[in-house]
């Protein structure tokens, strides 16, 4: 089995396709091998989990959900069992979306040059998935379980985020796209 050793210089001497300081990727022969092999696989993986752009958008997905929260939050309490929950799911998703999308459009995926509004509704129709497993699986979590509301918009979400991710990197501001026509 071929192994892979960090170069200690804190460059990446080799191919051109590096994944940056302090990797290098060529192969060489099984050495001591053990807990030292698992300690470095372990670094490259969670390195390559972490870097900035998966950190910024677990970051700004924190931020949406704070945003969201508040705003369901702030309904539940204002209008209670006047107006079902469902609504107050849908009205904060819609109302979050308008706020975050500046934030991951600028800061997270550095979006420009294309429409903005044409690029919003990129961004919500997948906000629109989200919305989708909100009102099936929330009531599911309430009604059949018993989960308040907000905890069960939170598990929810912690699935959500990861999916989210993906489809924002892959469609949404995927590289090249042109909403602008």
Same mark, same amino acid.
């Given at each position: ?6 170069? =200690? ?5 080799? #191919?051109?396709?590096? #994944?940056? #300081? ?49 705003? +369901? ?14 609504? +107050?799911?849908? =009205? ?79 469609? =949404?501001?995927? #590289?090249?796209?042109? =909403?602008?026509?």
């Amino acid at each position: 089995m071929l192994t892979v050793r960090r170069n =200690t210089a804190g460059f990446a001497p080799g #191919p051109a396709r590096s #994944p940056g #300081p302090g990797h290098d990727l060529r192969p060489v022969a099984p050495s001591s091998g053990g807990p030292a092999r698992l300690r470095h696989l372990a670094r490259r993986v969670l390195s390559a989990a972490l870097d900035r752009r998966r950190l910024l958008y677990l970051g700004s997905g924190a931020l949406s959900a704070v945003v969201y929260y508040a705003i +369901l939050g702030a309904q539940l309490a204002a209008l209670g069992h006047r107006v079902p929950y469902l609504l +107050l799911l849908v =009205t904060s998703q819609f109302v979050a979306s308008v706020v975050v999308y500046p934030w991951y459009r600028l800061m997270v995926f550095r979006v420009s040059g294309s429409s903005w509004v044409l690029g919003h509704l990129r961004f919500y129709a997948v906000g629109l998935g989200f919305l989708a497993a909100s009102v099936t699986g929330v009531p599911l979590l309430v009604e059949l379980a018993g989960i308040p509301i907000m905890v069960a918009q939170a598990l929810v979400i912690v699935v959500n985020v990861p999916l989210g991710y993906l489809a924002h990197r892959l469609w =949404t501001f995927r #590289p090249g796209v042109r =909403t602008d026509h």
